[in-house]
C-alpha cells in the first residue's frame, strides 16, 4: 500500500508521543523543525569531518558532539534516544553526508540492525522507504536490493513510502525498512545518527534474516572470509548484541536461511551491469560539492 509520512513538528511534539507511537512500534516519521545550529556548511564538514581514515561507503563517520560544542548542537530528540538503556551504540554514531544534484544512493537496508534519525541540513532528499515486510531479494548475504536503475516499488504488493525531506526535517528510519535516495538540491548535506536496538525485532521478514544470518554466520565462521564480517563491532557491542539476536534461532533455520541466500543469486545474472554502473555513479559523485 502506499502510506502517507506523518510529520511531527519538534517544537510542539512531545517526546513520549514520538517513543509510544513511533520510535518503540518503529514506525517511520518525520519531525520537523529540527536544527543543529546553523554552522554546517560544507566547508565547516569538510574542514571538521571528513578525514580519509573516517571515510566509509557512502559517509564520514563521526563521534557525537560534546554538550559544550558551539558548532553542532545536538536536536533533544537525539540526545534523549541515545540516553535509553535498550540500544547499543558505536563509538562514532554520526554519519555526515555531502553529495551534489542528482547523486542517488541504491536501495538497500543498514547493516548491523542500525535504525537512525536522518537529519536534512541544505538541500533536498527524494525518499523512497519500502516495508522490511516486502518479498523482495537482497544480494546474497548483503543488504542492498536486487534492483535495476528503473525498479518501481510494487506498492500493491508491499507498503512503501515516497516523500522529500527539506531543511529542519528529520527522519526516523527504523532498522530494515528498505530505502533509496535521491540528492534534489545542487548542494545536499545531511547529518545522521545510528544505534542498534538491545533486543531484536522478528516480526518483519529481514529482521528475521539478520537473525538468520549471524546464527548462520556462527554456525560457519568460513563465510565470514568470503562474504565480509560485520559482526565483530555489531551495534558497538559485538557479540552481546549477537547473543540476545540469535536465541531462539535454531541450527536448521540459520542452514534453511542460506540455501534462500544461495538460491537467490541467479536472479543476479541480469542484474549485475545495472547494478557495477548504480555504485560507479554513487561512487563518483559522492562528496563531489565544490
Ligand atoms: O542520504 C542518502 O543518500 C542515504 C541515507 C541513508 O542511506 C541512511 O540514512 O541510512
Ligand atoms: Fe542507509
Not at 44 to 69: C, H, N, T, V
Not at 161 to 168: D, I, L, V
Request: net charge positive; hydrophobic share 40%; proline share 7%.
Amino acid at each position: 500500500m502506499k502510506l502517507e509520512i506523518r510529520r511531527l513538528d519538534a517544537s510542539t511534539m512531545g517526546s513520549d508521543e514520538f517513543f509510544r507511537t513511533y520510535y518503540v512500534p518503529e514506525v517511520p516519521v518525520i519531525i520537523e523543525r529540527c536544527s543543529v545550529g546553523d554552522q554546517i556548511t560544507p566547508a565547516f564538514l569538510k574542514s571538521r569531518y571528513m578525514k580519509a581514515e573516517r571515510r566509509d561507503i557512502g559517509w564520514y563517520d563521526a563521534p557525537l558532539p560534546a554538550q559544550d560544542d558551539s558548532a553542532i548542537v545536538l536536536p533533544r530528540l537525539v540526545r534523549e534516544v541515545f540516553a535509553r538503556s535498550d540500544i547499543a551504540c558505536r563509538p562514532l554514531p554520526m554519519r555526515v553526508w555531502l553529495q551534489p544534484g542528482g547523486h542517488r544512493t541504491l536501495l538497500h537496508y543498514d547493516g548491523n540492525s542500525l535504525s537512525g534519525l536522518n537529519l536534512q541540513v541544505m538541500g533536498r532528499k527524494r525518499w523512497t522507504l519500502i516495508s522490511p515486510d516486502a518479498r523482495l531479494h537482497c544480494l546474497p548475504f548483503n543488504f542492498v536490493l536486487m534492483a535495476n536503475e528503473n525498479f518501481e516499488p510494487d506498492v500493491d504488493a508491499y507498503d512503501t513510502y515516497r516523500f522529500e525531506t527539506g531543511p529542519g526535517d528529520m527522519l526516523y528510519l527504523p532498522r530494515y525498512w528498505i530505502h533509496g535516495v535521491e540528492s534534489l538540491g545542487e548542494v545536499n548535506v545531511n547529518v545522521n545518527w545510528v544505534w542498534t536496538p538491545r533486543h531484536p525485532n522478528t516480526k518483519h521478514r529481514l529482521g528475521r534474516r539478520e537473525v538468520e544470518l549471524l546464527r548462520l554466520r556462527r554456525l560457519l565462521p568460513w563465510l565470514n572470509r568470503i562474504t565480509g564480517d560485520n559482526a565483530r563491532s555489531y551495534g558497538g557491542a559485538g557479540q552481546i548484541i549477537i547473543d540476545e539476536y540469535v536465541q531462539g534461532v535454531g541450527r536448521w533455520q540459520a542452514l534453511r536461511r542460506l540455501l534462500g541466500e544461495v538460491s537467490s543469486a541467479p536472479r543476479l545474472i541480469g542484474l549485475v551491469p545495472s547494478i557495477l554502473r548504480q555504485v560507479r555513479a554513487f561512487d563518483r559523485n559522492n562528496f563531489n560539492v565544490q
